[in-house]
């Protein structure tokens, strides 16, 4: 069974430029969250989709971060304009619902360095 | 809301020797509790996790953890490590209820460094 999938896995950019992040998740999965990890902290929610619907954007810093799940399968994360505090690890992740029995698969993340 | 509390930054230990990783929370509510382990440029993979049953919970790689539920705390052992357990060891909660969302909360984690 083929796991989470996200591109790219490096980034570098400068700030105020923008750059988008992609994840494919396990198949037949309805749950897909994203993750911020800055470098010695734990991963922290971003945003939580339940098929194509927004269950929990209460992190999400909405006036630079945008993420959208159109058909319920892939996201896309966006950053516009970047800043040098968003340097960190973008983590994908999907679990087959949101039930907190069900365990929550994470993909390799993709490393964003803003210079 | 819940929290994640992990009382050590980095833990250096030689190989062969036993390890405890700690880890207290505290949460309004109920919780399922989870151990992932990071390696060097990877992604987060689940170790063990608690439900409910027996309060000590055994993982992959020979690792197990014990919850205490008046102590609220799940701490992370194992006997003998190898180099190869060299890594970055996240805790993490879940709560439980319609209204919780599902979401991992957690902790900021605990560098294990194995030395020969």
């Known amino acids: 069974e083929a796991g989470v999938a996200q591109s790219p896995r490096y980034k570098i950019i400068e700030k105020r430029q923008s750059v988008a992040f992609w994840c494919n998740p396990i198949?037949?999965?309805?749950?897909l969250y994203w993750y911020q990890q800055i470098l010695g902290q734990g991963p922290k929610l971003l945003i939580q989709?339940?098929?194509?619907?927004?269950?929990?954007d209460s992190q999400l810093p909405k006036d630079r971060f945008s993420a959208e799940r159109l058909k319920g399968v892939d996201s896309t994360l966006k950053i516009q304009p970047a800043k040098l505090e968003d340097s960190a690890v973008y983590l994908c992740?999907?679990?087959?619902?949101?039930?907190?029995?069900?365990?929550?698969?994470f993909g390799e993340g993709s490393w964003l360095t803003v210079v | 809301a819940q929290s994640v509390t992990q009382l050590d930054s980095q833990v250096p230990v030689f190989e062969e020797a036993p390890v405890e990783l700690r880890c207290n929370y505290s949460?309004?509510?109920?919780?399922?509790l989870f151990w992932y382990v990071q390696y060097p440029n990877q992604g987060l993979q689940l170790l063990l996790k608690?439900?409910?049953?027996?309060?000590l919970v055994k993982g992959i790689n020979g690792f197990e953890a014990e919850f205490n539920k008046s102590q609220t705390s799940f701490h992370l052992r194992k006997p003998s490590v190898h180099i190869s357990d060299t890594a970055e060891y996240f805790c993490?909660?879940?709560?439980?209820?319609?209204?919780?969302?599902?979401?991992?909360?957690f902790g900021q984690g605990t560098e294990l460094s194995v030395k020969p």
């Open positions: 992740a999907s679990s087959l619902v949101s039930g907190a029995r069900h365990t929550i698969y």
């Open positions: 198949s037949g999965h309805a749950t």
């Open positions: 989709f339940q098929n194509n619907g927004v269950v929990d």
């Open positions: 949460s309004s509510v109920s919780v399922y």
């Open positions: 608690y439900l409910s049953g027996s309060t």
């Open positions: 993490a909660v879940r709560g439980l209820g319609r209204n919780q969302g599902g979401k991992l909360i």
